[in-house]
């Protein structure tokens, strides 16, 4: 880590904000072609086995790795809603637990979309043009060079079984790209960081290589607080740094604090020139944010089957991504069991998020049914069902004085988004006979840690925040690389395409740095 007042008083080529997989995939492009870079971090350095302590408190979380403090939902009916969201705040962002599942988007989701609650724009890049950038970062996140037939061959019988149960019925499930180097000691390490650097995430396929070129810098526990600008160009990097006062330069600014972060930073930094916030001269800064529904769902065999030594996180379905003409969504496993440990985690966190704080009470509480559970479920698997979510502007980041640290927003599920996660549901369900489903979440679950879309781009400046090479309509100086960029949520995990976007612009980046130069 480099000195803070070494840091202010050095002029750097570009400062990065968050070391998510966007921040530190641009960083470690930049930083590779020889620009200086200062990467700055909320949160520190987490260790393996640090991030499994159930502690609420903000100090405890962000030592664990976690978004210190709850974000607060304004439901439609005026009620607020405050939780504690799965989004990372450490070196490598939420990557260090994501279970590392990194999938394209569709062809289909770079199109434009019109519904009666959501329109945009066709993506100012084409998926075509976006391909190269998609299998460069499958290279640098570690997920080719491998067959699916080998892919397959680390299944278990329990997962080929299930496979070909559902190619029988009519579906073509693949083995899920995952970004872990298994290995006879692998354990995958999903949820958590992993003690050996198998799982990549930004810190080890990024991050680490960064930090080793002789430009590049980073400043841990850097708050930044808001960027002061003129009319044309980011001036001033205000940040907190371990509650001193820090001001930074650079001649380009990239913000990657993710989509429910990155907007509140721009809407702070309003003055004179700027009213509504920094670069919002669209009024579209922190507006159609989008998230995926989270369904859950228990699958068991009709007969027992060897299950040792299997790779849990092995399956992806995208028969129903778009189904019949409708956007249903898309269907992979979870890597895990229902056994007595997930059900009791899977209570606890339903418990926390209904304001039970106790431990000793949500351990008491969840101790019986994760007992009566394991039991039922025996060695069912664990799915997730994704549905697009759609960008409605109403859906929006607000700044909210009784959250002044934490995040706030405006959020609606819409009447159609329930209707196509209960067809995607039953379509799956029916499809995996003789296999048993229970869906384990009570009601529809929205995934709060994939936020997206707060920042969007494309071709009018009146109705998106960034250009195509994701560059501030009104400010030169100013990228957002986070997922605030996209139009469309998809139904995928937006990790690989956050990661191929900023390979795409970091040499847009590095190019405008030259032609300053040479100017």
């Known amino acids: 880590m480099t000195n803070p007042e070494l840091a202010a008083s050095r002029y750097w080529d570009v400062i990065v904000i968050g070391t998510g997989i966007g921040g530190a995939t641009v960083g470690r492009s930049l930083a590779l072609r020889g620009l200086s870079v200062l990467f700055l971090e909320k949160g520190g350095r987490v260790d393996a086995g640090e991030e499994s302590d159930d502690s609420l408190t903000p100090e405890s979380r962000l030592v664990h790795g976690w978004w210190p403090h709850p974000i607060s939902r304004q439901q439609p009916n005026g009620d607020r809603k405050r939780f504690y969201a799965a989004v990372g705040c450490a070196l490598g962002g939420s990557s260090i637990h994501y279970a590392a599942a990194l999938e394209r988007m569709a062809a289909s989701d770079f199109d ?302 819409t009447d159609d988004l329930r209707r196509r996660a209960d067809q995607l549901r039953d379509a799956f369900s029916r499809s995996v006979r003789p296999w048993r489903m229970l869906r384990i979440s009570a009601e529809l679950e929205m995934n709060y840690g994939h936020p997206c879309g707060t920042c969007r781009f494309g071709v009018d400046p009146a109705s998106s925040v960034l250009d195509r090479d994701c560059r501030s309509h009104d400010v030169e100086n100013l990228y957002v690389v986070d997922a605030s960029f996209m139009p469309r949520s998809g139904a995928i995990n937006p990790s690989l395409t956050i990661a191929a976007n900023a390979l795409r612009v970091a040499p847009q980046i590095a190019a405008r740095l030259a032609t300053v130069a040479a100017a």
């Open 112 to 413: 434009g979309l019109h519904t009666s609650s959501a329109s945009t724009s066709p993506w100012p890049v084409s998926f075509g043009e976006f391909v190269p950038h998609y299998e460069a970062a499958e290279k640098l996140y570690g997920i080719v060079g491998e067959s699916s037939r080998i892919a397959e061959q680390r299944m278990s019988e329990w997962d080929c079984a299930l496979m070909a149960q559902m190619r029988q019925n009519g579906l073509n499930p693949d083995p899920l790209h995952v970004a872990i180097r298994y290995d006879e000691l692998c354990t995958e390490c999903i949820g958590r960081v992993c003690p050996r650097d198998c799982k990549s995430d930004a810190r080890v396929a990024c991050l680490a290589e960064a930090l080793r070129q002789s430009q590049c810098q980073i400043l841990e526990h850097c708050d930044v607080q808001t960027l002061e600008a003129d009319k044309e160009r980011v001036q001033v990097v205000k940040a907190l740094h371990l509650g001193r006062e820090l001001e930074l330069r650079a001649k380009i600014v990239v913000l990657s604090a993710g989509a429910l972060h990155t907007p509140q930073i721009l809407l702070r930094s309003s003055n004179g020139f700027w009213p509504q916030g920094l670069a919002n001269s669209s009024d579209q800064v922190g507006r159609n944010l989008m998230f995926h529904t989270s369904d859950i769902f228990a699958l068991w065999a009709p007969r027992r089957f060897a299950r040792q030594g299997r790779q849990r996180k092995a399956i992806s379905v995208r028969d129903f991504y778009v189904y019949k003409g409708q956007r249903l969504g898309y269907v992979q496993s979870m890597g895990l069991d229902a056994g007595r440990g997930e059900i009791a985690a899977y209570i606890k966190d339903r418990l926390r998020r209904a304001g039970v704080r106790n431990e000793f009470l949500l351990s008491l509480l969840a101790k019986a049914p994760s007992h009566i559970g394991a039991l039922v479920f025996g060695s069912a698997g664990i799915f997730a069902a994704m549905t697009e979510d759609d960008p409605n502007p109403d859906n929006r980041i607000v700044l909210d004085p009784n959250e002044p640290d934490g995040t706030s927003f405006s959020y609606t599920i």
